[in-house]
């Protein structure tokens, strides 16, 4: 059994904790106001100046390839754009749209809405899609949403789905008693973890076992191992193919729709970027995003912008 692992941890979540978001805010900002003072371009020169669309991305790998697709979308289509990784959380990124410091950012349309709007109740991808523009503040836009999701999920071994005779989460449900579920400590308060469990499902574990890696080896191993039977992993996640794992249906939405997006300054966008970055989203499917975390973050080590460049040529983006 091949073991591969994904060392990244996409956290969109709808709001952190206050001291959390002020540890994120520090470590992306150091002592300057600017968040972006300390993060350099990774592609071409030159970040903000005239005529130059600036990319950002959050701390995690899966978003600074989307950034790198969006930056070569752009520039094979005759638009400048340099690229500005490792930005920080949401709170960070999404300010840094506003007051100008970088012009585009992927996102993920369940998770932005729910940032701008705690209380949305859109679970759905065209529903949440639907709501984002009228919760947006007037100067930011969402171009066109991917096919392409990325979304916490309940995975368990094949031999666990067998047993049980698992398919869904609401299968799952009727044995929870008996299963201990490996997530980060804060799925026991998050909306979607073990209280949306019990408000969806009427599942409630045997225990919360807690990790820190996101859906990572560490959880992985715990998984494989039978130390826990169920884990919360991202659906991008290349261990999830790799070790033949099971993807338990969500028929409640219990984990909202999380299509990858680029959320973007308005004024900044004309119409030739649009054309570049909707191209992206038209053909970026969820595989495409599990190939490219495992060609970046696997054993090829591929730099997310080399990866993005042989994505773009593959799909005709970039000739």
Known sequence: ??????????????????GVGLALVLSACGSNSNPLSNAPASS????GAS???????????????????YAGALNAAGVKAVTKPNIGSREVYYKAVQDGSID????????LLLY???????????????????????????????????KDAMVVTKATAQKYNLKSIADMAKVCGELTIGAPATFAERAYGLPGLKKNYDCVPKKLEPFKDGGGPVTLQALLSDNVQVADIYTT???????????????????????????????????????ALNKVSQALTTDDLINLNRAVSGSQKQDPKAAAAAWLKDKGIVK
């Not at 071409?44 to 970040?47: D, L, N, T, Y």
């Not at 005529?51 to 697709?69: H, P, R, V």
């Not at 585009?104 to 998770?111: A, E, F, K």
């Not at 919760?135 to 949403?145: E, G, H, Q, R, T």
């Open 1 to 18: 059994m091949k073991h591969t692992t994904l060392t990244t941890t996409r956290r969109g979540f709808a709001g952190l904790a206050a």
């Open 44 to 47: 071409g020169s030159g970040g």
């Open 51 to 69: 005529g130059t669309l600036t990319i950002g991305s959050a701390d995690f790998t899966e978003s600074q390839i989307i950034a790198e697709l």
């Open 104 to 111: 585009v950012v992927p996102d993920y349309s369940g998770n």
């Open 116 to 150: 701008i709007d705690k209380n949305a109740t859109q679970v759905s991808a065209d529903d949440i899609v639907k709501a984002l523009p009228g919760k947006l503040p007037s100067d930011l836009a969402v171009l066109d949403a991917s096919k392409a999701e990325d």
């Open 237 to 275: 996640t290349p261990s999830i193919a790799d070790n033949d794992l099971v993807v338990l249906d969500d028929p409640k939405n219990n984990f909202i729709a999380q299509q990858v997006l680029p959320l973007v300054k308005k004024d900044k966008i004309d119409d030739k970027a649009k054309e």
